[in-house]
């Protein structure tokens, strides 16, 4: 299937959810088009994340129409066009006890099929993958052994080594310190650039974030601003964190 | 099949379980479900009462008191699984409810039943000696289906295991493998029973699983452990029983645990002697 003039890679029409009788969204527009770096800012319990689960079929949304690449996401097939990267702590699984590179290669479960394992030519793509996130020495590591910034690194190994066309991370920068983040933020901005990949990154953390991205949304329950980083101004945040919004677009320094 | 001798049937019906057992606790323990076998093994005993009540008083019908097991088993699994899903919050609640009343269940049959109270008691503790032609039977049959189905779907199971978000991700039909989850350790437990018995089969399924995880750096070396420490418990375990006139499901399960308590024992020792090692 050639499809690859599609430029809209997901789009988010007039999304409401509510839990129980609180409105945690209401109202969303949201597009990721071909080669954007976005990132989703909005403080804690903004609807972040919830919107992201919408955005994958993991979460119904109460009205409102997600589609992914151009198809409706009822019948959306092509799941290895996405790359995922879950929020850690609350999806995962730390204490089980696997290499990197198994890990690395359950995202490349879909693809092999069943009653199959993985051949030379998967084997060598997972070494690849590994070696662009800067974590093949570790391939034989324990999961758990590993810091919280290069486990997030063979999480974002996994979600690549299907060769997605978008990656979507989740909170990716929770419990890593500011020096692991720059670094961390420098290999996204590569893949964007150099490999063409198209990027949504949700973060409450908005202050290194603007340097890197191309485009930003602001969500508190609704958007609050959606266009390019150019843009995007404090004032943009000051509606929605409220005054003390300094403290996070300056100084990042370590947030636990 | 029809010559072998009543220890060849058990022994061959040990080594199936020794394997299959084992495999699905590895599963079971990182999904941090060990407990839903325990609870499982008791409404599978309703089912074997069910069984044993039906043939005892209906005779015209012909069952198996482990197939009745198994269909029991397989609904307190879906039942489980859907409480699971639906009440996250539900999750210990669910265990201790199912097991109550599969026992209280269980008991209520059996004192309607007119006879096979001895037979009761061997599906209790598991009884290598009780396993007949039909019996060995069942546990090839669950041994081959359960096999396949764990070889079709390794990959998946674990991956939903590890996460669960980022598998539905990747298009897995999440609906499809927790159904698994549930057909297969209904599965287990069943082909288990005249072995080791409802009590004791919790116990064969999470004992090498824990064993391994003391020894294991990789999801393959877990298996693999769990397998080989599950083998030979049952081995020595059904041999024991044999020779010493000792409950199997028990010998086994003691088996297990001591090399559990061998390998919690080794450990603060071979690190101090690695560590020993890198000093140098």
Redesign the interface.
Known sequence: MDDNHISTMVNMNNITFQRGNQTILSSIDLSVHKGEFLGLVGPNGSGKSTLI?IM???LQPDAGTVSLFEQPLTTF?H??R?G?V?QKA????L?????V???VS??L??K?G??RFLNRHHKKKIDETLQQVGMLEYK?R?IGELSGGQQQRVFIA?ALV?EPDVLILDEPTVGVDAATVQRFYQLLSRLNEEENLTLLLVTHDVGVMTKYVSHVACLQQTLHFHGSAGDFEESDLISMYGENVEILSHQHGGHS | MMELTFLERGIIAALCIGLIAPLMGTLLAVRRSSIIADSLSHVTLTGISAGVLIGGTMQFIPVHPLYTGFAFSLAGSLFIEKLRQEYASFQELAAPIILSAGIGLSAVFMSLAPSGQNEWYDYLFGSVVSVGKGDLLFILITFIVSGLLFGLFFKELVFVSFDQEGAAVSGIKMKTINFLFSFLTALVISMSMKVVGILLVGALISLPAAAALQLASSFRALVLWSIVIGEAAVLTGVISSYHLSLATGGSIVVSAALILGAVLAWKPVSARIFSRRNQL
């Open positions: 689960k994958l079929g993991l097939k799941w290895e996405i995922y879950p609350a999806s995962v699984n204490g089980f006890p696997a290499t590179y198994e890990v359950m995202g479960f879909s092999v069943l009653f034989h324990n996994r299907s």
